[in-house]
């Protein structure tokens, strides 16, 4: 079976653009989550989505965005990108009440 | 509000030496406790969990960790530490008490690196 899947693997932007992550869950997973990995750092949890609706967010401006489409993949939106953007974008996937599996992760550099 | 702790930000053992890495919880629901490695410049991997089941719980390439409310940790050990081991750990709570797992609050990581 595939495992979670991320688009671009890679991707660098100035400051002040816009950014869309994407994220295809593994089949049969309805709940997608989106973390933010800083160089150094522990993931820190963006978004939750669950059944197309979101369940939860962090302590993330309102630059982040996200969606998640009736196949269950996932958006991450950021705009007007700060150089604190920089980072790794995790996406996991899961049932409701079970662990998540990551995928490999989009790197954002923003310059 | 739910946190942990991982105290220690870098572990160095030998090849073949226990392996100990220490975290602890805050939770005010009972927790769902999580340890993840993550190898350079890839996604997280599950190692084991503890759901309310056993307090001990065994995972996958020989690690263990033991649930012990009256501590709040949540320790990982492997009893022989093998070169490739060596990767950055991170210990994680779910962030409520409905059961999802899909808010998870990690700690900061504890980097192991084992010498031959």
């Known amino acids: 079976d595939a495992g979670v899947t991320q688009s671009p693997t890679h991707l660098i932007k100035t400051r002040g653009q816009h950014v869309t992550l994407r994220c295809s869950p593994i089949?049969?997973?309805?709940?997608v989550s989106w973390y933010q990995q800083v160089l150094g750092q522990g993931p820190q949890f963006i978004f939750q989505?669950?059944?197309?609706?979101?369940?939860g967010r962090g302590n993330f401006p309102d630059r982040f965005s996200a969606r998640q489409f009736p196949n269950y993949s996932s958006e991450l939106n950021v705009n007007a990108l700060l150089l604190g953007d920089s980072a790794l974008y995790l996406c996991?996937?899961?049932?409701?009440?079970?662990?998540?599996?990551f995928g490999p992760g989009t790197r954002l550099t923003v310059l | 509000a739910q946190s942990v702790t991982q105290l220690g930000s870098h572990v160095s053992v030998s090849e073949g030496a226990l392996v100990l890495l220490r975290c602890n919880y805050s939770?005010?629901?009972?927790?769902?406790l999580f340890w993840y490695v993550q190898y350079p410049n890839q996604g997280l991997q599950l190692l084991l969990k503890?759901?309310?089941?056993?307090?001990l719980v065994k995972g996958i390439n020989g690690f263990e960790a033991e649930f012990k409310k009256s501590e709040t940790s949540f320790h990982l050990t492997k009893p022989s530490a093998h070169m490739s081991d060596a990767a950055e750990y991170f210990c994680?709570?779910?962030?409520?008490?409905?059961?999802?797992?899909?808010?998870?609050?990690f700690g900061q990581g504890t980097t192991l690196q084992v010498k031959p």
């Open positions: 996991a996937s899961s049932p409701w009440n079970n662990e998540q599996f």
């Open positions: 089949s049969g997973h309805k709940s």
């Open positions: 989505y669950y059944e197309k609706e979101e369940r």
């Open positions: 939770s005010s629901v009972p927790p769902y």
């Open positions: 503890y759901t309310s089941a056993a307090t």
């Open positions: 994680a709570v779910s962030s409520d008490g409905s059961g999802n797992t899909g808010k998870l609050i």
